[in-house]
């Protein structure tokens, strides 16, 4: 997801190291950043940023247990750094209306306990492991060697964020693989931008502890008029 499920590959090479991009260069009412506390929970609304990492590391206190959120993706350290202090102060997270892209791949399974809603949306479309065409690797030698030093260390990141919550980092990039991505490809008439998981499919990953506000999850499989494959069976 992230705006619209963008390939994290774009993020690479342009050595942003983010997982969203903003096509027109203007930012949507509903990416701009709120980041404020009610209560015991922590409210952030908008996309993954370093500045939002900052705002919510600000307001952590020990009053604080819920982590509440409404992003459809950002750049990817800010949301291993954010989904590590979720994981490190123990706090629950609780989707509102979608949790995208870096949202997805490390903050939700970084909560203590997930609460979703009835009409809550998940999204996952990649991450630091996944493959990437040829073409996309700069030609350049220095901007070649920057390339994989850059994704080198963030694979290693990403590697020791998921080893550290227990969960399995195959979650980010299930949708890509070629038998998978076949499936995707027979259930819908166009290329889906990106994918998610029954519960059951979250808990093949570890992802667990997860909680059903309205005593159901019929999540909408589409965004933007992009659909999103639902993984019913996960096979690992």
């Known amino acids: 997801m992230a705006k619209a499920l963008i390939p994290l590959s774009i993020a690479i090479i342009t050595m942003a190291v983010s997982a969203c991009d903003n096509k027109n260069g203007s930012t949507k009412k509903e990416d701009e950043l709120k980041v404020f506390t009610s209560g015991n929970k922590i409210f952030y609304s908008g996309d993954i940023s370093e500045s939002g990492y900052e705002k919510v590391h600000a307001l952590a206190n020990s009053d604080i247990s819920t982590l509440v959120i409404n992003s459809r993706g950002g750049d990817i350290v800010p949301g291993m750094k954010l989904g590590e202090l979720v994981f490190d102060?123990?706090?629950?997270v609780q989707v509102q209306d979608y949790c995208f892209s870096s949202c997805a791949n490390y903050i939700f399974p970084a909560g203590k306990t997930k609460y979703i809603s009835k009409f809550s949306q998940l999204g996952w479309h990649g991450g630091a492991t996944q493959q990437f065409n040829g073409d996309i690797v700069p030609k350049e030698k220095d901007d070649r060697e920057r390339f994989i030093q850059t994704l080198t260390g963030l694979i290693e990141i990403e590697t020791a964020f998921f080893k550290k919550i227990n969960v399995n980092q195959k979650s980010t990039v299930y949708g890509q693989i070629a038998f998978n991505h076949l499936d995707m490809l027979k259930a819908h008439s166009i290329n889906c931008k990106g994918w998610s998981y029954t519960i059951d499919g979250l808990s093949a990953f570890g992802i667990n502890n997860i909680v059903l506000t309205d005593g159901e999850w019929t999540p909408?499989?589409?965004y933007e008029n992009s659909c999103?494959?639902?993984?019913?069976?996960v096979k690992l």
Request: a positive charge; proline letters at 0%.
């Open 89 to 92: 102060k123990k706090w629950n």
């Open 220 to 222: 909408g499989t589409s």
């Open 228 to 233: 999103i494959h639902i993984y019913d069976k």
